[in-house]
């Protein structure tokens, strides 16, 4: 039996390592890897670290490219190659361009797909812009739905997806920390004896412009304020992210800006921050794992668990109230330890085994391993 799993991104190809290393264990499955090199360098270096190769590679990446255009072409490449693969099953991860062509092709050419990270929702289809309706629309076409948590499939259920098809499993983000977080390196970004680290990431597209460089602004405060806080920020390739983050950030002797790190190199950044502020929804999931408090640059969020929890709060983009929250954490060691308590309401790092074991049953194929039951949040 052919699986074809397709990546574009780096977070996709970080959670989608631990299933692809589960397919390659059972004896009835050809796993095979189609890249359309959404992002380019960044997916490539983090394949390379967990050692998977890819079997093909669209290489669709263009400088300054339209979501229009990259859409286009990913359409045109990615039905000619899956009719040329023929593969049984198809299976995507998350909330990319990627995800969405891909789901919509396999329903073209009714081939069974599979959608990891099934389920979340803010209920804006423009917040976030594009994530949001590409999830929509995958899960309207999707046959499987892996769903990270309760909550994501609860939200499945609302849109009248069958109990059937929805499989609560654990993000697979946490089977890679629970599998190598302790083989990680000392970061060489960790504050000196005596300091503070605060580890930035920021990249969304909703965020561009005057917002990104609000929250900036206030970053930088927290910095001025408080002479023992450094701040790293790995700066997303983007043009617009890299301008907003020189002008705002840039020519201070306690704030790094440096290229995107290895997967292994954040990792190791995360596990020596002490405050994590980000726009990310991979980094809302990492982070709690390792006991660090997240301060969400965003309204709201599709990963609510976190917040439900106290180990995340929404800070929203206001200059304000971004600096007066990290500048809190820093200084009142009760409301710190409120949100460092180490709650992981994303999985307990055998996602991986849920999603294989559930595809096993749908193909009619013994699941070779460890049988889980769902995982219950």
Known sequence: MKILSIVGTRPEAVKMAPILRELDRQSWCQSELLLTGQHRDLVDSALKQFGVRPDYDLNLMMPGQSLGSLTGRAFVALEEKIKEIGPDLILSQGDTTTVMVSSIVAFYLRIPFGHVEAGLRTGDVRNPFPEEINRVITGRVADLHFAPTPASAQALYREFVPEKKVFVTGNSVIDNLAFYSEKVSLSPHRAPEGGKLVLLTSHRRENFGAPMREYFTGLREVVDARPDVHLVYPVHPNPEVIEAASEKLGDHERIKLIDPMAYFDFVATMKAADVIVTDSGGVQEEAPFFHKPVLVL????????????????????????????????????????????????????????????????????????????????
């Open 298 to 377: 965003r309204e709201e969020t599709e990963r609510p668990e976190a917040v439900s929890a106290g180990v995340a709060h929404l800070v929203g983009l206001s200059r304000e109230r971004v600096r007066d929250k990290v500048l809190r954490l820093l200084s009142d060691p009760d409301y710190y330890s409120s949100m460092a308590s180490g709650a992981s309401p994303y999985g307990d790092g055998h996602a991986s085994e849920r999603i294989v074991q559930a595809i096993a049953d749908f193909t009619g194929k013994p699941y070779e391993g460890e049988r889980r039951e769902a995982f219950k949040g």
